[in-house]
């Protein structure tokens, strides 16, 4: 039976297929057009239970608060005590990952160094060297010593506070590092000892060593390089945190550093970003777990990256059993990156404010993510560290409330039991219990 | 002579020791006693000095080496004078695998045969090698020379910039985007100046020259097999 009057008849709506989404659908066809894999910077921007999922119970009957402003809560961290004569000491715990002079400017290494410095903490090179501008402005430096061992050399290793060998990171864990000849200068192709304007492509594997009893040696040999003097970080990227933190510290490491698959790049894969990795949220208890096991929980300390926005952040990743985080994406939109200002030049490079990721070919319009020396002028390196210094400032405070809300006189002293998940995926990989419940996942 | 004996005394305070001298130091001559494979062994020199190692070392032998002239008298472990910057290392015997990585200045000089992944990564160094080479040599080696006077294994070469390579014996296969070079008048006086500087007297005609056909430095899908 049909209506009278056909026009009357109810259409069916036109239904976009879940798996083929617009999006989907757009990079088939640019795929099919370029024969190029998507290339962007950033971390995974899939939505993944994160913190968010976290909420402090706070003080109530059974615990008191600190009065806020009157009663102290400490912040200050020592990093890299177990072998190192002289450890990294932070007044916060916060600390600002390795990003690379090449993949970003030099006055936005400037402004990296300038706002670490002046909130108290230290700042980390990348897969390109050490730069003056970042050596000079930064009181504590951390060296990455990398897969590619650009700008490597004996000299930078002694001007430097702290080592860090990266043998993964959380956008990429397994992969190398990515920078395309569009950002191959001069400048920063005679530190790399490469052709300018070529697609550098570093290695994932380190050319001389394989392995943690490799890894063992080679910290030794840069302890004897550097007299002893300065901790030995390890670098990686959160794939098997249980496993991989124990071989750090079989290898020797003061310090191992966790970073999740919300950790940024500078330029990889977006098929590498978006599937390859665990969460942040689902790495911390194994990496804390494992050092437990091994006796070495607060001895080797563990830095945590990968999303890292809010002082909640901080104190719940240092609640989770984190000495201090580390962060890198949130330090550059505190230089001012992917800011609305720029709105209109986003647009023209087919992006729009906040979801601006092509950091690889070099046109940022905030001058952060550029070799473009008419580009690199618009961020003023004193303002912008200024703008840094003020945010890791903000993140202190907000831990620091929290804390001072769950009862503790120090941001280390938070814990498991000051948290419970709102969603049963957040309990199970945080290991704390499920809102209204004592049930924890797998427990 | 300055004499220290590694049965006796401390590898920390060797390396203090040793990297303690400065340019205008007047203990020019070092002989380490009894090395006994230890790693990390005259890491991180950078004084005109010249060490004599009596024995066989361990991994990363003479790593990051400055302006120092390192002999060894036996054979050398992993990471040989890895990421060297100035001066000259020679091994008597053989050197195991990644010699001369990441090497940026100076020479190193293998008198026996080098394994695999000699000169990975190389930035500027110069390796000469009197016997054969093993597998994935030079992989991505941007700068520098390295000179084989033996044989050279498979994928010489992979994926390498501006290094340039010579070979005077067989090559068991290229690596992606290296391949055979003509060899011009530069070239031979080049390799006859390392040869020289290294102690031989092979005849550069008889080498071919290796080097990167530049294909893969900007991607391009048509040649995605390569990778």
Known sequence: MTDENETNIPKTVPRQSWTFSPEVNAEIRRAAATGIYDIRGGGAKRHLPHFDDLLFLGASMSRYPLEGYRETCGTEVLLGTRHAKNPIKLDIPITIAGMSFGSLSGPAKEALGRGATDAGTSTTTGDGGMTEEERGHSKQLVYQYLPSRYGMNPDDLRRADAIEVVVGQGAKPGGGGMLLGQKINERVANMRDLPEGIDQRSACRHPDWTGPDDLEIKIMELREITGWRVPIYIKVGGARPYYDTALAVKAGADVVVLDGMQGGTAATQDIFIEHVGQPTLACIRPAVQALQDLGMHRKVQLVVSGGIRTGADVAKALALGADAVSIGTAALIALGDNDPKWEAEYQKLGSTAGAYDDWHEGKDPAGISTQDPELMKRLDPIAAGRRLSNYLKVLTLECQTLARACGHNHVNNLEPEDLCALTVEAAAMAQVPLAGTSWIPGK | ?227
Not at chain 2, 27 to 52: C, T
Not at chain 2, 155 to 169: C, I, N, P, T
Request: glycine share 12%; charged share 25%.
């Open chain 2, 1 to 227: 002579m300055q004499t220290f004996d590694l049965q006796t005394g401390a590898l920390r305070e060797l390396n203090a020791a040793l990297q303690a001298q400065k340019d205008d130091t007047n203990q020019k001559l070092w002989e380490v006693e009894n090395p006994r494979g230890s790693h990390a062994l005259a890491v991180g020199l950078d004084a005109p000095i010249d060490v004599r190692i009596k024995g066989s070392t361990g991994y990363y032998c003479a790593g990051m080496n400055k302006q120092a002239n390192i002999t060894i008298e036996g054979n050398a472990g992993p990471g040989l004078a890895e990421n060297m910057m100035s001066g000259t290392v020679m091994v008597e015997g053989d050197a195991s695998q990644y010699a001369g990585a990441t090497g940026r200045g100076g020479l190193l000089v293998i008198k026996g045969n080098a394994s695999s992944r000699c000169g990975i990564s190389m930035k500027g160094i110069d390796i000469v090698v009197h016997g054969n080479i093993g597998h994935m040599s030079a992989f991505m080696a941007q700068k520098g020379n390295l000179v084989v006077l033996g044989d050279a294994g498979d994928a010489l070469g992979d994926s390498l910039y501006e290094a340039k390579l010579f070979v005077r014996g067989e090559v068991k296969s290229l690596g992606a985007d290296c391949i055979e070079k003509e060899m011009r008048a530069e070239h031979l006086k080049l390799l006859s100046e390392l040869l020289k500087k290294a102690g031989s007297d092979a005849e550069p005609r008889e080498f071919r020259r290796y080097g990167s056909a530049r294909k893969l430095y900007n991607f391009d899908i048509d040649n995605a097999s390569a990778y």
